[in-house]
Nanobody
């Protein structure tokens, strides 16, 4: 019924930048918030950044000052601009969104970001 599709992942050198995009396809819902999570090999999935419908943002301490989350002018899209990338940022990055009406959380399938040293 609904799918969040991430794009923009790839291989980048340490210190470089990358921008991830996430867009809804299929049924479009009114979302309270959208965000990015990541999961590195052997680690739990962790929050990276979120943005609410009111454009309030929060970030994991590990990415503050380096990453920026934003919504696109086209609704139900979200971006993650990643700067000063570090090898420890290597992970599969997942987009998610919380539906306003039900609280159901939608997840994307993930996009791999690999940061080389």
């Amino acid at each position: 019924q609904v799918q969040l599709v991430e794009s923009g992942g790839g291989l980048v050198q340490a210190g470089g930048s990358l921008r991830l995009s996430c867009a809804a396809s299929g049924i479009i819902f009114n979302y309270n918030s959208m965000g990015w999570y990541r999961q590195a090999p052997g680690k739990q999935r962790e929050l990276v950044a979120t943005i609410t419908s009111g454009d309030s943002t929060n970030y994991a301490d590990s990415v503050k000052g380096r990453f920026a989350i934003s919504r696109g002018n086209t609704k139900n899209t979200v971006y993650l601009e990643m700067n000063s990338l570090k090898p420890e940022d290597t992970a599969v990055y997942y987009c998610n969104a919380v539906r306003r009406a039900t609280g159901v959380i939608d997840w994307g399938k993930g996009t791999l970001v690999t940061v080389s040293s």
